[in-house]
């Protein structure tokens, strides 16, 4: 089994940065590929940012494509994202993610192929 507990949300002003950290508890094999999603009121859950552990492949979506950084400590335990330049639209619950399997880029931000959630953290971006 793998839990996976979501850090460092807040409330920021437009134009600000914020990291959001994931803490994995698990075998590593659980977490080949790992993600970022976020959800808004009245909006579809929406994946931001992904990454194949195995070869550090990242991806992103392009409203966050040059913004946001996903990247995993070296020791494995960890997921970050790195938000930069937050826009008010960025506002959303984010939950990280996780797979033993090893997702073709086309599928890296369906939330079904997914296994493993996180409880989420809040992200408010005031303009």
């Known amino acids: 089994q793998v839990q996976l507990v979501e850090s460092g949300g807040g409330s920021v002003q437009t134009g600000g940065s914020l990291t959001l950290s994931c803490a994995k508890f698990?075998?590593?094999?659980?977490?080949?590929?790992m993600g970022w999603f976020r959800h808004a009121p009245g909006k579809e859950r929406e994946g931001v940012a992904a990454i194949d552990t195995v070869v550090g492949d990242t991806y992103y979506a392009d409203s966050v494509q040059g913004r946001f950084t996903v990247s995993e400590a070296s020791a494995e335990t960890s997921l970050y994202l790195q938000m930069i330049s937050l826009k008010p639209e960025d506002t959303a619950m984010y939950y990280c993610?996780?797979?033993?399997?090893?997702?073709?880029?086309?599928?890296?931000?369906?939330?079904?192929?997914?296994?493993?959630w996180g409880q989420g953290t809040q992200v408010t971006v005031s303009s």
């Open positions: 993610a996780a797979t033993g399997v090893r997702l073709p880029p086309g599928a890296v931000f369906a939330a079904r192929h997914y296994n493993y």
């Open positions: 698990g075998p590593i094999y659980s977490t080949n590929s």
